[in-house]
């Protein structure tokens, strides 16, 4: 069975902390993704990446950035969390040219 | 660019009774779709999904989605909801080609009464 982890299931921090968000798979898979989910907006990208050190902005970048130093883990950076950051954070991961991606369960985190 | 329209936010249905969950998409380039499931305080899983072939796809837990290609739809079904189907319903579709990213729509929450 495929496993996504994410580094944790709830977060608190301070508007203005800087934000680290973790995510290994043990697939093997190319690719990578971040969403973040809201009621009534569903899912929406905010990075992806389809090879080690490599990454694309998604639908929603802003106040986000991404590292992927190795191919197993992929970390959502938020430099200086702000209250409207407060969503669910959902990792994915899919081999390349495949269409299913699998997800982790989810980061809750809450910006005050 | 792709979009995706979930037409019900909640739809409630008694145990028993069949539900349909409505999905309508955008696209000018031909897509996959998929729908996930999300249980309470849990990833998304997939479902079922429709790449090509016949244009009725099964999935787990007893549910179907029939890809309407004249009406943009991928409408999902099952035809006697149990307690255990109370979850968020996610449809998304990917294009067959370019970017590997899937498109979401806003999810429908099915709530089932006893």
């Known amino acids: 069975d495929v496993k996504v982890t994410q580094s944790s299931r709830y977060l608190v921090k301070r508007t203005g902390e800087k934000v680290f968000l973790e995510c290994v798979q043990d697939m093997d898979h190319e690719n990578m993704f971040w969403y973040r989910q809201d009621p009534g907006l569903g899912l929406r990208l905010i990075y992806f990446s389809y090879d080690v050190k490599m990454k694309e902005k998604g639908d929603i970048p802003e106040g986000y950035s991404v590292s992927r130093e190795k191919k197993e883990r992929f970390s959502l950076i938020l430099e200086s969390a702000s209250t409207n950051q407060t969503s669910m954070y959902l990792c994915a991961s899919s081999f390349s040219g495949r269409e299913t991606q699998y997800f982790g369960p989810g980061t809750r985190l809450l910006v005050l | 660019a792709q979009s995706v329209t979930q037409l019900d936010s909640q739809v409630p249905v008694f145990e028993e009774a069949p539900v349909e969950l409505r999905c309508n998409y955008s696209?000018?380039?031909?897509?996959?779709l998929f729908w996930y499931v999300q249980y309470p305080n849990q990833g998304l899983q997939l479902l079922l999904k429709y790449l090509s072939g016949s244009t009725l796809v099964k999935g787990i837990n007893g549910f179907e989605a029939e890809f309407n290609k004249s009406q943009t739809s991928f409408h999902l079904r099952k035809p006697s909801v149990h307690i255990s189907d109370t979850a968020e319903y996610f449809c998304?579709?990917?294009?067959?080609?370019?970017?590997?990213?899937?498109?979401f729509g806003q999810g429908t929450r099915l709530t089932i009464n006893p």
């Open positions: 998304a579709v990917k294009d067959y080609q370019g970017a590997q990213k899937l498109v």
């Open positions: 696209s000018s380039v031909s897509v996959y």
